[in-house]
Nanobody
């Protein structure tokens, strides 16, 4: 089992920055990938970013590329999502996810690749 707890959400103004954290516990040795997803009211959950647990390779949705940065601190079992230049369209519940199976490139942005999920943290961006 893997447990994930997100934190760091809040209310910010457009253009501000925010850093989300995801504390990872349990069978961390079984993790291949960590991802961040988001879901706005009335919309489907969408991929934001992914980082490999061991090598640190990253992958981003086009909508956040250049503004968001995913990183990990394996010593503290924490994954971060640094969000700069926030826009009103970034407003959503943000969810941390872990995958304990290997995934090919085309699957890394799919929610079904990830089998553990946190409870989410809300990000509100005012214009």
């Amino acid at each position: 089992q893997v447990q994930l707890v997100e934190s760091g959400g809040g209310l910010v103004q457009a253009g501000d920055s925010l850093r989300l954290s995801c504390a990872v516990s349990g069978r961390t040795f079984s993790i291949y990938d960590m991802g961040w997803f988001r879901q706005a009211p009335g919309k489907e959950r969408e991929f934001v970013a992914r980082i490999s647990w061991s090598g640190g390779s990253t992958y981003y949705a086009d909508s956040v590329k250049g503004r968001f940065t995913i990183s990990r601190d394996n010593a503290n079992n924490t994954v971060y999502l640094q969000m700069n230049g926030l826009k009103p369209e970034d407003m959503a519940g943000y969810y941390c996810a872990a995958a304990t199976t290997y995934g090919f490139q085309r699957s890394l942005s799919s929610s079904w690749h990830y089998n553990y999920w946190g409870q989410g943290t809300q990000v509100t961006v005012s214009s």
